[in-house]
């Protein structure tokens, strides 16, 4: 069954950047719909941006559109989180997830995942 291990997190100042990258073994990632979702002390596991298996509509949590990008690679069997304009509600564990699913379109419910990484800490603070 498929793997998943992240990397990239830390501490960034408020208006920072930070890559996270989730690298997938023992399944071609071409042929899986993935996710990130985050959760912060106290809250619900939040899905942040998903995209389809084969292009198609991406999607993003309303509270970081326009600041975070979603992207893959299915050559390396790796997908990324890019994080721009980082702010201090932004701190959480973020986790990567995936299910193996060809069709059109994605959701930002953890219930729709099958495989999940360990998760990452990312803080933003000054």
């Known amino acids: 069954q498929p793997q998943l291990v992240e990397s990239g997190g830390g501490l960034v100042q408020p208006g920072g950047s930070l890559r996270l990258s989730c690298a997938v073994s023992?399944?071609?990632?071409?042929?899986?719909?993935i996710a990130w979702f985050r959760q912060a002390p106290g809250k619900d596991r939040e899905g942040v941006s998903c995209i389809p298996a084969h292009g198609g509509d991406i999607n993003y949590g309303n509270s970081v559109k326009g600041r975070f990008t979603i992207s893959r690679e299915n050559i390396e069997n790796t997908f990324y989180l890019q994080m721009d304009s980082l702010a201090p509600e932004d701190t959480a564990v973020y986790y990567c997830a995936l299910v193996i699913r060809l069709g059109p379109g994605c959701l930002l419910s953890r219930r729709d995942y099958d495989y999940w990484g360990q998760g990452t800490q990312v803080t933003v603070s000054s």
């Open positions: 023992n399944y071609p990632l071409e042929y899986t719909t």
